[in-house]
């Protein structure tokens, strides 16, 4: 769904994913190995929600919010919701294009705290992230780069009672894509 209202544009969509041997890391309370596992059956239910307001033919900004209901849908797991899947996200973009093709950008990102596998106390802290990016359009090529979690700050997933890292520290990057 979407409408264009002036300088504003609000789009949303709803979903519904059946997963099927979706793929884990971690601990085997049966094998005693921490290996790739499978969850078997999951599901996730959900919708978003953009909020886009173009200021002008070079500078644009956009509000979004997520959300979504995970749940692990068979085995051992049944009915507790997937690991390091954050119910609710909000993110705020910023976009400014100085001239033709040169697009820069800066984006924040907040996500909800998520659970381990049994759904118990140990759920980590809310995740959020502040990124910068900068990309320069050639005909078919397109070169960027970007900082991810500029701030530094320690986010970090559970998984059976330990946290993970999880866009845990400060990334550059950077590359060229070519579009045929």
């Not at 050639?138 to 700050?153: G, I, M, Q, R, S």
């Given at each position: 769904?979407?409408?264009?209202?002036?300088?504003?544009?609000?789009?949303?969509?709803?979903?519904?994913?059946?997963?099927?041997?979706?793929?884990?890391?971690?601990?085997?309370?049966?094998?005693?190995?921490?290996?790739?596992?499978?969850?078997?059956?999951?599901?996730?239910?959900?919708?978003?929600?953009?909020?886009?307001?173009?200021?002008?033919?070079?500078?644009?900004?956009?509000?979004?919010?997520?959300?979504?209901?995970?749940?692990?849908?068979?085995?051992?797991?049944?009915?507790?919701?997937?690991?390091?899947?954050?119910?609710?996200t909000f993110?705020?973009?910023?976009?400014?294009?100085?001239?033709?093709?040169?697009?820069l950008g800066?984006?924040?990102?907040?996500?909800?705290?998520?659970?381990?596998?049994?759904?118990?106390?140990?759920?980590?802290?809310?995740?959020?992230?502040?990124?910068?990016?900068?990309?320069?359009?050639?005909?078919?090529?397109?070169?960027?780069?970007?900082?991810?979690?500029?701030?530094?700050?320690?986010?970090?997933?559970?998984?059976?009672?330990?946290?993970?890292?999880?866009?845990?520290?400060?990334?550059?990057?950077?590359?060229?894509?070519?579009?045929?």
């Amino acid at each position: 769904v979407k409408g264009i209202f002036g300088i504003h544009t609000i789009s949303g969509n709803a979903f519904i994913i059946q997963g099927n041997d979706e793929a884990f890391y971690g601990y085997s309370e049966i094998t005693g190995v921490i290996a790739n596992q499978s969850l078997d059956k999951t599901q996730r239910i959900g919708g978003e929600l953009q909020f886009t307001t173009q200021f002008g033919s070079s500078l644009y900004s956009t509000l979004s919010y997520a959300y979504v209901d995970s749940t692990i849908k068979s085995g051992q797991y049944n009915d507790k919701e997937i690991p390091g899947v954050s119910k609710h996200t909000f993110t705020a973009s910023l976009n400014y294009l100085p001239i033709t093709h040169l697009n820069l950008g800066v984006h924040y990102k907040f996500g909800s705290g998520m659970y381990d596998f049994n759904n118990t106390q140990n759920k980590a802290p809310n995740y959020q992230s502040l990124n910068l990016s900068a990309s320069y359009t050639f005909k078919d090529f397109e070169v960027y780069a970007y900082v991810n979690n500029l701030t530094n700050h320690k986010n970090a997933i559970v998984v059976s009672g330990a946290y993970y890292p999880y866009e845990f520290e400060r990334t550059f990057g950077g590359g060229i894509k070519y579009r045929w």
